[in-house]
Nanobody, 112 residues
Framework: QVHIVESGGGLVQPGGSLRLSCTATGFSFSDSAMSWYRRAPGKERELVGFIAFNGRSATYAETVNGRFTISRDNDKNAVYLQMNRLKPEDTGVYYC?????WGQGTQVTVSS
């Protein structure tokens, strides 16, 4: 049975940083690319970025490129999303995914 669990969300001021974590079990994690998505209030879910199975490359949405970094630790079945220089428009629920599997999401709120 697949379990994907995100953590690390919270309230942060604009310009601040936050690090999200995701742990996954029930599938071959070290053979899988992993993705982060988010859903802003009133909007469709959008791709934030994804990382290759071996962690050697990552691709980001234009809206976060240069501010967010995805990394992974295959020994821990974990993937991370480091978010810097956060903006109010980064507010939303962040999801970790290895489609078709999804976590429950973690709320990120960027507000002063």
């Amino acid at each position: 049975q697949v379990h994907i669990v995100e953590s690390g969300g919270g309230l942060v001021q604009p310009g601040g940083s936050l690090r999200l974590s995701c742990t996954a079990t029930g599938f071959s994690f070290s053979d899988s690319a992993m993705s982060w998505y988010r859903r802003a209030p009133g909007k469709e879910r959008e791709l934030v970025g994804f990382i290759a199975f071996n962690g050697r490359s990552a691709t980001y949405a234009e809206t976060v490129n240069g501010r967010f970094t995805i990394s992974r630790d295959n020994d821990k079945n974990a993937v991370y999303l480091q978010m810097n220089r956060l903006k109010p428009e980064d507010t939303g629920v962040y999801y970790c995914s290895r489609p078709p599997y999804w976590g429950q999401g973690t709320q990120v709120t960027v507000s002063s």
